[in-house]
């Protein structure tokens, strides 16, 4: 079955009607040759190669991963697992970091644990000592577990007291985390996975789903071949399957998503579907949304957006219309410059017509990564631990009593600083050590030019642990070898709040030691403790640490007193809340519409959408929010870069099914690797035609930051748009770096969450050579090959 499931990607259908069970379908892979009964244990996991977080059962055979099988009473999954979580796990099985290493002369050499880390110290310990915890930074992942963040937190906030902790989350999720928490007052997702089992309607705001959450997407496709299915509308510049399976389909221009969002709800309000009743009950805002959104007719958005007036209006009736609709928003929405006022206007489509907190009526501000959701909880991107408001003096208190340090210790005197900051004042010295963990900036980043002008400064003292050589430990003074999922134990949290143990399965190659051993080891090196004196963190083990934070998160929205490895060992996962008044976890949050905005409660007080000025503690007082929903509006504004004579085309960057970010486990899997082997430019056979460009041939793509070169693939994308997969880096190809798209990608952030703008962003595109055939795109994803006109190739 193997290499079917890349020509397949999804898998045999299995249909179903809204209300009943989705069915079971186990899908398995093994290595070549065996059979399940050579497997001679199989260890609880959950996969780690996107935020569905699938469960699954990781086989083992003489002491080495050899296969997974999916989990069939997994609540997210039943049974099911997508290319990556079938093939995704055998990258790991090759070229991994076992020593650790530090640079001497320029060069990284191997070292022992004892040099490396008291290198680390050393450095740590100076700084500490002359400049203050500011000259901190941490930079983490979205795939670490629950436990390594929530010692890292408890280190970075506890013992050194720094504000200068963030996560790639930043580039991830952090408008999720945003919008979530403007509207209702927390972070913490509304809906439930099962909701797409029973709605009449789902919406895609800016999302893939079908190539990025292949599992979900599988959901969806058995909902479309049983009976009564519901429409799909699609907001999305290219022809992605999504797009193709659905009723509406909102080609949107790259940077425009808030006029749309605008247009949406003013017919909402002018074809009267609203719960005028459910709103002044529930919210605040509605007046001022009403004027705000007034001016976006559908033909205002027709050409703002340059999408047809009749389908705005068919996708709003498709809303207002729908009982139940759930709605869905990534990426296209949270990489732009008004990502958290766009996701915000999908929580309001929502609010006007009281449709959350009942089955089939959902909103999933999604996740990316598969921890991500972690990350913001345990509040190692900056938030204070357990979505507590750095705002407000009795949760900065809570936080000193449990970790019994003074308040003071606690930064809470600004709002954390976001990673495109931490990267600014490592650029300018003023932090002078840099924990990277878990992410490959000098791939990932916007404009790498920069990124690596900073990290292989002098300025900078970079740490990194990591399982492979990557372009980011090409730049570090010190490489910690890491061990990688399935070679420890911990926990990690998908979109629908939904709990997963991965249990070890396998030891780490070599000298390898998990990111909690090394951050525990750090701690005891540089001697942290309490006002008792007691070690901080004052536990060294994973299921210690999820103890600890069950208590952290006691009476907070993301509760997890109520669960333990035990009750976590054997279940197909458990939703938080989990308490001792809900011991098996909770389906659905704010079932009885009172929202997390009470002024003690609340994890901010929320921000002007345009501007991203805080709302401080009197003014938010005076609204008497109260457990009533924000309606927060604000008008579209042009985008900071928008195509112009000499950039005429605008960028979109993202991803391809086969592949995750900056491919280290992906391309060492044969099967991954050889779907999508190498970068192309998407373009839309309209841009190329004039440009003289055909299917496969070599083209150069310029911004104002840099420029990529790699094949055409002339596809069914929006014209006037591009897109390049960010995947490839240069690591693998001799440090050439002329195909990774943040050489073109602008240093710009939306004003509430930061998040970067890696959606938009203007581009030109030239031709360099003939090809000599197709490019090295996939032909059974949103890179297909237009259907538009035929073209040599
Ligand atoms: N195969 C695979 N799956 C993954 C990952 C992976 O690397 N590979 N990564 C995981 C992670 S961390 C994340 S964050 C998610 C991301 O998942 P998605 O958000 O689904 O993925 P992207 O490809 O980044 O972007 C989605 C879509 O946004 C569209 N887009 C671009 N510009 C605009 C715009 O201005 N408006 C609108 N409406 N749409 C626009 C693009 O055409 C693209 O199809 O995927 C997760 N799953
Ligand atoms: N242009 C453009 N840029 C983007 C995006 C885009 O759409 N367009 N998307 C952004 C988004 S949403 C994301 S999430 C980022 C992703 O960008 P990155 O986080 O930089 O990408 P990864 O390749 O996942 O990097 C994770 C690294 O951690 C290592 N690793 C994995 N597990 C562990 C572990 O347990 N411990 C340790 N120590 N290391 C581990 C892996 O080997 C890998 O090198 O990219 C962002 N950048
Ligand atoms: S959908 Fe995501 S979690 Fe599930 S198997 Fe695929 S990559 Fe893994
Ligand atoms: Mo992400």
């Keep these: 079955m193997a290499h079917d499931r890349i020509k397949d990607i999804w898998g045999p259908t299995t249909g179903f009607a809204a209300g009943e069970p989705w069915p079971i379908r186990v899908d398995t892979h093994l290595r070549d040759g065996l059979r399940e009964e050579d497997v001679e244990h199989w260890v609880q996991s959950a996969c780690v190669l996107c935020s569905n977080g699938c469960g699954v059962d990781i086989a083992v055979r003489d002491g080495q991963m050899v296969g997974v099988r999916g989990r069939e009473d997994d609540r997210v999954s039943r049974g099911r697992l997508g290319p990556k979580g079938l093939f995704g796990w055998q990258g790991q099985l090759r070229d991994r970091i076992t020593t650790p290493l530090v640079r001497r002369n320029g060069t990284l050499v191997e070292a022992s644990w004892d040099e490396a880390m008291g290198l680390v110290v050393e450095r740590s310990r100076a700084l500490l000592d002359t ?33 200068h902790m963030d996560g790639n989350t930043r580039l991830c999720t952090a408008t999720a985390a945003a919008a979530l928490k403007e509207s209702f007052g927390t972070d913490g997702q509304p809906g439930s996975y099962t909701d797409l089992d029973v709605c009449d309607a789902v919406f895609h705001y800016g999302h893939n789903v079908a190539e990025t959450q292949t599992v979900l997407w599988a959901r969806m496709l058995d909902r479309l071949a049983g009976p009564n299915p519901p429409l799909h509308v699609c907001v999305d510049p290219r022809r992605t399957k999504v797009a193709e399976a659905s009723d509406v389909h909102l080609a949107v221009r790259p940077g425009t998503n808030q006029a749309l969002m605008n247009g949406l709800l003013r017919e909402l309000i002018h074809r009267d579907w609203v719960d005028h009743a459910w709103v002044e009950e529930h919210t605040v805002g509605y007046d001022e949304l009403a004027r705000t959104v007034e001016p976006y007719t559908p033909q205002q958005v027709a050409e703002i957006c340059r999408v047809e007036a009749r389908d705005v209006e068919r996708a709003a009736e498709v809303f207002g219309t729908s009982d139940r609709v759930v709605s869905t928003v990534l990426q296209g929405f949270y990489q732009s410059h008004q990502a958290t006022a766009a996701s915000v206007q999908v929580n309001n489509l929502h609010l006007l017509r009281g449709m959350l907190g009942r089955p089939g009526a959902a909103i999933l501000q999604m996740n990316g990564q598969p921890t991500a959701q972690n990350n913001r909880e345990t509040g190692v991107d900056g938030d204070l631990s357990g979505f507590r408001n750095w705002n407000n003096e009795s949760h900065v208190q809570e936080l000193a009593d449990l970790w019994d340090v003074d308040p003071v210790v606690i930064p809470h005197w ?45 300025q900078v003292f970079v740490v990194v642990n990591e399982a492979f050589r990557n372009e980011t430990t090409e730049l570090a003074d010190v490489v910690l070898p890491s061990a990688l999922w399935g070679e420890k134990t911990g926990t990690f949290t998908n979109v629908d709040r939904t709990v997963h143990l991965a249990d070890k399965a396998v030891d780490p190659p070599g000298q390898a030691r998990s990111d909690l051993d090394i951050w525990v080891d750090y701690a005891r090196r540089m001697g942290f403790t309490d006002r008792s004196g007691r070690p901080i963190p004052r536990w060294d083990s994973p299921e210690d640490a999820f103890d600890g934070w069950r208590e952290c998160s006691r009476g907070r929205p993301c509760d997890y007193s109520g669960m333990s490895y035990a009750k976590l060992r054997g279940s197909g996962g458990i939703q938080w809340p989990c308490t001792d008044d809900a011991p098996e976890g ?26 991203g000025a805080a709302v401080d503690a009197t003014e938010h007082k005076a609204m008497r929010y109260d457990g009533r929903a924000r309606l927060k509006a604000a008008p579209w504004t042009p985008p900071p870069e928008f195509p112009s004579d000499e950039y005429p085309l605008g ?18 899997a044969a099967e991954l690797d050889e779907a999508a082997p190498d970068a192309w430019v998407e373009i839309a056979p309209e841009d190329a035609e004039p440009l003289g460009i055909v299917e496969g041939d070599l083209v150069r793509v310029e911004s104002a930051r840099g420029a990529l070169e790699a094949k055409a693939r002339v596809s069914d994308i929006r014209p006037g748009a591009v897109f390049v997969p960010f995947h490839y880096g240069d690591v693998d190809r001799g440090g050439r770096p002329t195909r990774a798209a943040n050489e073109l990608t602008i240093t710009a952030w939306d004003p509430v969450s930061k998040q970067p703008a890696f959606k938009g962003g203007a581009v030109r595109v030239t031709k360099v050579a003939d090809g000599d055939g197709p490019s090295p795109a996939p032909d059974n994803t949103a890179s297909a090959r237009t259907s538009r006109t035929s073209r040599k190739g």
């Design 651 to 668: 960028l979109g960057t993202g991803r391809t099914v086969f592949h995750f970010h900056t491919r280290t486990k992906t391309m060492r």
């Design 414 to 458: 600004s709002p954390p600083t976001h990673a495109m900051q931490i990267f600014r004042y490592a650029e300018q010295g003023s932090i002078g050590f840099l924990w990277i963990a878990g992410t490959n900036p000098a791939v990932s980043m916007p404009d790498l030019g920069r990124i690596r002008r900073i990290l292989g400064g002098d």
């Design 586 to 611: 909770t389906e659905r949050i704010y079932t009885d519409h009172v929202f997390n905005t009470q002024d003690d409660y609340c994890e901010n007080y929320g921000h002007d959408l345009l501007t």
């Design 131 to 163: 400049k203050g915890p500011l000259s901190h930074g941490f930079y983490t992942s979205g795939q670490l577990m629950l436990e390594e963040y929530y010692t890292l937190a408890v280190i970075g906030k506890a013992g050194i007291g720094t504000p």
